[in-house]
């Protein structure tokens, strides 16, 4: 997974699947989302994004791709402010649901929602699809729930991987 550079073969993967998407943004509106948040996006979905498609009903996920500087309907009121450029702090899965060492006055930290991510839809009830933006998981896609958080493992873990993934009619 390259996520500085984009891979023609990830890119004509994208093309095709979001052929039907939503108008792209242009490099002109990327570039200011990234300047306003601190941030460069990963490829390929940044060229996705720029030059393909900002969002896709049809999915992946499973009420579609949302575009860039949007939040799922379902994302709720009263949350904490979101800090793309703050790393996204996990490495490895956490399912909090279970974790006996969790202090439940305090809770899951809102940093692992809201902290170098952008999310990119969500499966109802709940759970979104992040792309990590920040930090030493830049590039990868984590499913993120009320329960746990875990990384995408299928033939890879990028944004072209999980497209993938979704376009070849695998569960998740």
Known sequence: ?????????????????????APPLGWDA????????????????????????????QGPPHYGLIPLAEL?????????????????????????????????????PGSIFDHGSIVLGTDGCGMYWHLIVTGPQRGHVW???????YPFSGDGSGFAAWVKHWADGKPW
Request: negative net charge; proline residues 8%; aromatic residues 8%.
């Open 1 to 21: 997974m390259n996520i500085d550079q984009a891979d023609p073969a990830e890119l004509a993967l994208l093309r095709d699947a979001f052929k039907s998407g």
């Open 30 to 57: 990327v570039r200011a989302f990234e300047a306003q948040h601190g941030i460069v996006l990963p490829e390929p979905y940044r060229t996705c994004v720029a030059e393909m498609s900002d969002g896709c009903e």
């Open 72 to 108: 799922p309907r379902d994302w709720g009121d009263g949350r904490d402010e979101r800090h793309l450029a703050l790393p996204f702090p996990l490495t490895k899965a956490w399912i909090w649901d279970t974790d006996e060492d969790l202090d439940p006055d305090e809770g899951v």
């Open 143 to 149: 499913w993120i729930s009320g329960e746990g958080a």
